[in-house]
């Protein structure tokens, strides 16, 4: 059974960075099956940024130049960086498979921009 943690949230000032970290357990068949979505108040979750069937990085426009996607077969996990945060990237940021049928969902990891 496949399992997801998210981590590496907090509270960061607009301009700032975060990198988040997915820790993947259970047998998957590549790490390029996860992608990142956020949550924000009151809406559904979105699909953030994912791999191509080809292994390239996909974004949403909001993100694109900001954020980067990051495979670490050593530690099993998929990283988010996110640079130049907005206030409207706050949310809860969840990993997950970006189509088909997804696996149990982590608890997330919350991210808050201030000004």
């Known amino acids: 059974q496949v399992q997801l943690v998210e981590s590496g949230g907090g509270l960061v000032q607009a301009g700032g960075s975060l990198r988040l970290s997915c820790e993947v357990s259970?047998?998957?068949?590549?790490?390029?099956?996860i992608g990142w979505y956020r949550q924000m108040a009151g809406r559904s979750r979105e699909l953030v940024a994912r791999?191509?069937?080809?292994?390239?990085?996909i974004f949403v426009e909001d993100v694109r130049g900001r954020f980067a996607i990051f495979k670490d077969n050593t530690k099993n996990s998929v990283d988010l960086q996110m640079d130049n945060l907005k206030i409207e990237d706050t949310g809860v940021y969840y990993c997950?498979?970006?189509?088909?049928?997804?696996?149990?969902w982590g608890r997330g990891t919350q991210v808050t921009v201030s000004s």
């Open positions: 997950n498979r970006p189509s088909g049928r997804v696996f149990a």
């Open positions: 259970g047998t998957i068949s590549s790490l390029d099956e």
């Open positions: 791999f191509s069937i080809l292994g390239d990085p």
